[in-house]
Antibody
Framework: EVQLVESGGGLVEPGGSLRLTCAASGFTFSNAWMTWVRQAPGKGLEWVGR??????????DYAAPVKGRFAISRDDSKNMVSLQMNRLKVEDTAVYYCSVGLGKSDTDFWGQGTLVTVSS | DIVMTQSPDSLAVSLGERATIKCKSS????????????LGWYQQKPGQPPKLLIY???TRESGVPDRFSGSGSGTDFTLSISSLQAEDVAVYYC?????????FGQGTKVEIK
């Protein structure tokens, strides 16, 4: 059974930093592309970024609003993906979901999400 | 970037009646080398993460009731719920995953009339 468990969310002041992690199990992590999606309170889904598997170069891509501030990394030895968020803004407040594509779409399975609140 | 637009933003349907949601992409989402439409549909119930319902525009995910169906090609797609059940109350999103950034539609809220 595929499981994705996010952690690291919380309250942070504008301009601050936060690191989210996602622990994965139930599939071959090293073969998977991992994606972060966020959802602001009462709003729709917004793609944040993605990291490809090492065999595809481990390339990262980011949405325009977070490019240059957020960084995605992966540790295949621990089956974990991380989202480092710097220079946080109030508009980054959202539930952040970790997801994985396993050959059907980019986001076949989703974690339960972790809430990030950026406020002074 | 490809932009996804859903319609309507919300709809209310009687139990047992059909619900139809449209999704339009600003460019084709056809992956020509494999001849598949890179379009997915997701269901999100309150307080839960999204759940994949349909991929490649028309392939139902395992375990999804057959009252859910997806159709369409090129830039125009449809999600249909043939006989709405109470447990289908949710927000539904389409997403293209042909090109980066993968984009979601704004969502369609389905309620019981």
């Amino acid at each position: 059974e595929v499981q994705l468990v996010e952690s690291g969310g919380g309250l942070v002041e504008p301009g601050g930093s936060l690191r989210l992690t996602c622990a994965a199990s139930g599939f071959t992590f090293s073969n998977a592309w991992m994606t972060w999606v966020r959802q602001a309170p009462g709003k729709g889904l917004e793609w944040v970024g993605r990291i490809l598997r090492q065999s595809d170069g481990g390339t990262t891509d980011y949405a325009a609003p977070v490019k240059g501030r957020f960084a995605i990394s992966r540790d295949d030895s621990k089956n974990m993906v991380s989202l480092q968020m710097n220079r946080l803004k109030v508009e980054d407040t959202a539930v952040y979901y970790c997801s994985v594509g396993l050959g059907k779409s980019d986001t076949d399975f989703w974690g339960q999400g972790t809430l990030v609140t950026v406020s002074s | 970037d490809i932009v996804m637009t859903q319609s309507p933003d919300s709809l209310a349907v009687s139990l047992g009646e059909r619900a139809t949601i449209k999704c339009k992409s600003s460019q084709s989402v056809l992956h020509t080398s494999v001849n598949r439409e890179y379009l997915g549909w997701y269901q999100q119930k309150p307080g839960q993460p999204p759940k994949l319902l349909i991929y490649w525009a028309s392939t139902r995910e395992s375990g999804v009731p057959d009252r859910f169906s997806g159709s369409g090609s090129g830039t125009d797609f449809t999600l249909s719920i043939s006989s709405l059940q109470a447990e289908d109350v949710a927000v539904y999103y389409c997403q293209q995953y042909l090109s980066t950034p993968p984009a979601f539609g704004q969502g369609t809220k389905v309620e019981i009339k």
